[in-house]
């Protein structure tokens, strides 16, 4: 590895925190602040507070310490103030964030040397060493798969010799970024105390307790404050960036690979967070099995010192403290006998409904119990982690463990449960991610297992939380001395009884409301369907409860009895008259809002790509079969037909549709290459297989925009048109695009029609839209911002190409010029030479799409079944391509026409540019590009030293004597 200079100049999401809070998070008021001075004073910490971050003081420099906290919401605006005036402006700051107890690895390497040491003894090598070692022990404990991970290790300029005290420093600091608590921490310092003899030998070192010394056991054993990047301890230099590692896990060999990355790259857009001890976005990993004995071991023996907690007596204490139930998973991990989950269960169930914040999740509780054993027994593997899935994202942000103990309760239903694996589902949980084989899974899809699986238990959950609800507004408004119904209340209740069917996405105005229909988002107007049921649906089931309670009780009923019972009637009379008036339902849904929202719902929308929406089902790419929808889904768009089964009776269609396509590419590979791109355009990973920039060209009446037709039908929501601007205009006015880019979210195919002549393409834009990778941001009128990855394969059909300026690769290996070579005609010629293919039209050809859609629909889906939406490469498309790019560039045509390769030749500079001007001029019809770009692409070609005016051994070809350049000149 080549040594890094190192320059102090140089200096430039989420797991649970260990010990979980289950009190709701102080929130922190934002104001405009523009100076990392500002945001620090407002962050001072206060008694109680927290401190995340100190400053160093050093009273004889008049540098003044601090104590802040910056709760992990400001982080974002504290590292963009600390780059802008400390990295970018090279300021002097002296700052320690405090370590979490579940975060990175970091490890400070203190090296003490004689004196007379002037000069670093460590090399690249030695710390390639570290690093491999450190990975080595992190093998042994962790399963690894393909996901990789970097390594950032840090030096001063030089070292440091301290006169007074005769001895010279230097030092290490690495951040790995993996997530571990610090028990393993603890015990890795330990295996790199047994190692560092041995693979740093070389090194003199002459600490005082020896490699003690030099692993510093309070940043890997405790929480001690880490100094943030750039900032330094008082009248010394700042560590920098010296080398950065990804690391890479080989399943098959079992053995790690590192590639080191360009340190000087990396700090031009320098991630701070990344390289921060409170980096909560660290991969988390699962211990190996026969690590769990020894880890287990470990917490026993060091946990209240590594952890940083009060040892208790017994893990039911966590639910014991004044008002404020909390725990860690030192208290989960302690657990080994049924009583004991049992007892701490109870007290979680009673901080459960004692708090506000249940309110949307306090029914997931029974549905998540209500799952049959299909879901925890054995043989259930995927559906139980699945569960677990669900519950860690339906916890809110702050608190991403206030499910935990529900989790480990539903697996305890298991016949073969061990309670001795507790430490081992607590790892699970914390290895579950926001998003499963591409599925967005949440309480949603609990609500719909359970409705689908114990639809009794469901339906009989579901009535009495209506029930309590309900009689909750009621006994809520006795006790109010006004004697009115709360739009609060009954807003919970009509979240109860409508919840899964409609969803808020926006505050502003009436609200951005979806109802949810078979499965599908569909945006309606002010939620004005949720209002008619208010008004209408609502006050029946109010209206059926009055019913119910006025022929109940009878004679027989006490004084006190038929007092209570009048008391309810009345207040249930006044909320049926309450949801009957337009004021009051107005006040209901804008209430309800709140309750009904769903953050970030627009980017969850139609956000998978290997789902295809049809009428009566989904179409799953990646399961491979046709289903039900499910909540996770998040579909929006449909293509408005249904999906059938092919049989013997679609055989007359089948013929149809292929007869027309035959004549539409009567060659059989051209034939085959639109139908895989037709196919193709039903997943929406298959362009990020191909990342290409269909052009459909050729003259009028050769199918085109009836082949698109057909498509449309097919692909019904799925299909787009785009204005040609969004190709053409600059990079920087694309996000001003709104509802055109906007269109394009989800979508399978857009397509741009009929250009100008003359209008060019701008590369960099195209290269973006077609590599299913680069997000894109738009904005429809009056609506935030969204940020996504384009799905759709891309369409430009026109009879004349498009300008292109760029002749590199990265731009002509996407573009696809598909010919039309076909002619439909009222009267056909047989062996026309101009026009070979030749059919007669079919004017009521459009009115059989509604007869062929869904076949072709079904024959599209078998075919990317089996290319996995991969087209393959077409010759007469790619000769078609090559052409284009001839004629697009101008200068190779040039040379093909004009210079010829001649023993002895030579062509001068001013040769050259005449020759070209007059070529170009009567060949392409505008302006020719300056001579230095002429110069720069024959140099390419045949090459030229600097120091030379002329080429050697080639020289220019004249028609005749009139195109002698010479003449001219």
Wanted: hydrophobic share 30%; with cysteine.
């Amino acid at each position: 590895m080549d040594s890094c200079k190192i320059d102090g100049s140089d200096l430039g999401k989420n797991v649970s925190p260990y010990s979980i809070h289950m009190n709701s998070s102080k929130t922190t008021t934002k104001r405009k602040i523009t100076t990392l001075k500002g945001f620090l004073d407002s962050h001072k910490a206060k008694d109680g507070d927290e401190i995340t971050h100190t400053r160093i003081g050093d009273h004889k420099s008049k540098i003044y310490g601090g104590k802040y906290n910056i709760p992990d919401n400001d982080l974002e605006e504290f590292f963009t103030l600390y780059k802008k005036d400390i990295i970018d402006k090279k300021g002097k700051e002296y700052l320690t964030e405090r370590q979490l107890e579940n975060g990175p690895i970091a490890i400070d390497l203190d090296f003490h040397y004689d004196y007379e040491v002037d000069e670093r003894q460590h090399t690249s090598a030695h710390i390639e060493e570290i690093v491999l070692n450190v990975c080595e022990h992190l093998k042994s404990m962790y399963c690894f798969d393909e996901e990789s991970f970097k390594v950032f290790v840090f030096e001063k300029p030089d070292v440091n010799r301290v006169s007074d005290k005769k001895i010279t420093k230097d030092g290490i600091h690495i951040i790995i970024n993996i997530s571990v608590d610090k028990v393993v921490s603890k015990y890795l310092r330990e295996c790199m105390l047994r190692d560092f003899p041995d693979i740093l030998a070389e090194l003199p070192v002459n600490n005082v307790d020896g490699w003690e010394g030099v692993v510093d056991n309070s940043v890997m054993a405790r929480n001690t404050g880490w100094q943030v990047y750039g900032s330094r301890k008082p009248n010394h230099k700042a560590y920098a960036i010296s080398h950065i590692f990804e690391m890479n896990f080989d399943e098959d060999d079992g053995e790690f690979r590192c590639e080191e990355l360009n340190v000087n790259e990396y700090t031009k857009n320098i991630d701070l967070m990344e390289i921060s001890v409170r980096n909560k976005n660290c991969q988390k990993l699962t211990f190996k099995t026969a690590f769990i004995p020894q880890y287990e071991q470990l917490v026993k023996s060091s946990a209240p010192q590594a952890l940083d907690v009060s040892p208790r007596s017994n893990p039911i204490q966590a639910f014991q403290s004044m008002g404020t139930f909390s725990f860690s998973t030192y208290d989960l991990i302690k657990i080994n006998k049924k009583e004991e989950l049992d007892k701490l269960y109870s007290n979680y169930l009673l901080y459960v409904e004692s708090q506000a914040t249940f309110n949307e999740l306090r029914d997931i509780i029974p549905l998540t119990l209500a799952l049959p054993g299909s879901y925890y027994e054995n043989g259930s593997y995927e559906k139980w982690f699945r569960v677990g899935c669900a519950l860690k994202n339906s916890c809110p942000d702050d608190n991403r463990n206030l499910l935990l103990p529900l989790w480990l309760k539903f697996s305890s239903q298991s016949s073969t449960f061990n309670y001795n694996t507790i430490p081992e589902l607590v790892q699970n949980w914390d290895r579950t991610s926001v998003k499963e084989s591409g599925k967005l899974l949440t309480h949603k899809s609990i609500t719909y297992w359970a409705k689908n699986d114990n639809n009794a238990v469901y339906k009989e959950i579901c009535n009495n939380s209506v029930r309590k609800q309900l009689y909750k507004v009621v006994n809520e408004t006795l006790d109010d001395p006004s004697n009115t119904c709360g739009e609060a209340e009954i807003t919970k209740l009509l979240h109860i009884l409508k919840g899964e069917q409609f969803v808020c996405a926006g505050f502003s105005g009436y609200g951005t409301w979806y109802q949810i229909v078979n499965g599908r988002y569909i945006e309606n107007d002010s939620g004005v369907n949720l209002r008619n049921y208010v008004m209408t649906g609502f006050r029946t089931l109010i209206s059926a409860e009055i019913h119910s309670k006025m022929h109940t009780g009878g004679a027989n009923i006490s004084v006190s009895s038929k007092e209570t019972k009048k008391t309810e009637l009345g207040t249930l009379k006044n909320i049926y008259t309450k949801l009957g008036r337009e004021p009051d339902a107005k006040k209901i849904m804008n209430t309800a809002k709140h309750l009904f929202y769903e953050e970030n719902l627009g980017s969850k929308l139609d956000s998978n790509p290997e789902l295809l929406c049809f009428k009566n089902g989904v179409f799953d790419f990646h399961e491979g079969c046709f289903r039900e929808p499910r909540p996770d889904d998040y579909l929006s768009k449909c293509t408005n037909i249904n999906y059938i089964e092919l049989a013997d009776e679609h055989a007359p269609i089948i013929r149809e549709i292929e007869t027309f396509l035959h004549q539409l590419f009567p060659e059989n590979e051209l034939y085959d290459y639109m139908f895989d791109f037709m196919a193709c355009t039903l997943n929406g990973t298959s362009n990020g297989k191909n990342q290409k920039f269909n052009m459909w060209i050729g003259d009028g009446a050769n199918g085109k925009s009836v082949l698109i037709t057909l498509l449309e039908a097919v692909l019904g929501d799925y299909k787009v048109d785009v204005p040609t601007s969004l190709i053409t205009e600059k990079r920087a006015r694309v996000g001003q695009h709104s509802g055109e880019l906007l269109d394009t979210k989800g979508a399978r195919l857009a397509v741009i029609n009929e250009p100008t002549k003359g209008e060019k393409i701008n590369e960099g834009v195209m290269k973006q839209l077609t590599s299913n990778t680069d997000k894109v941001t738009a904005r429809a009128m009056y609506k935030e911002h969204e940020t996504f990855v384009p799905q759709c394969c891309w369409v430009l059909a026109s009879n004349v190409l498009m300008e292109v300026g760029s002749n590199d690769h990265g731009t002509w290996r996407r573009i696809d010029a598909v010919p039309f070579k076909s002619l439909f005609t009222a009267n056909p010629v047989k062996n026309d030479p101009l026009k070979p293919y030749q059919f007669p039209i079919d004017p009521e050809i459009i009115n059989k799409f509604d007869d062929w859609k869904e076949v072709l629909a079904s024959m599209l889906v078998k075919r990317v079944m089996q290319t996995k939406g991969i087209v393959k490469e077409c010759s007469i498309v790619r000769e078609s391509s090559n052409k284009y790019k001839q004629k697009q560039d101008a200068f190779s045509q040039f040379v093909a026409e004009k210079i010829i390769v001649e023993e002895g030749g030579k062509i001068t500079k001013s040769e050259l540019t005449t020759s070209y001007r007059i070529w170009h001029e009567q060949n392409i019809g505008t302006r020719p590009p300056p001579g230095r770009e002429l110069f720069e692409n024959l140099d390419k070609i045949h090459g030229r030293k600097p120091s030379e005016t002329k080429w050697h051994n080639i020289s220019l070809k004249y028609d005749n004597d009139d195109d002698d350049p010479d003449d001219d000149c």
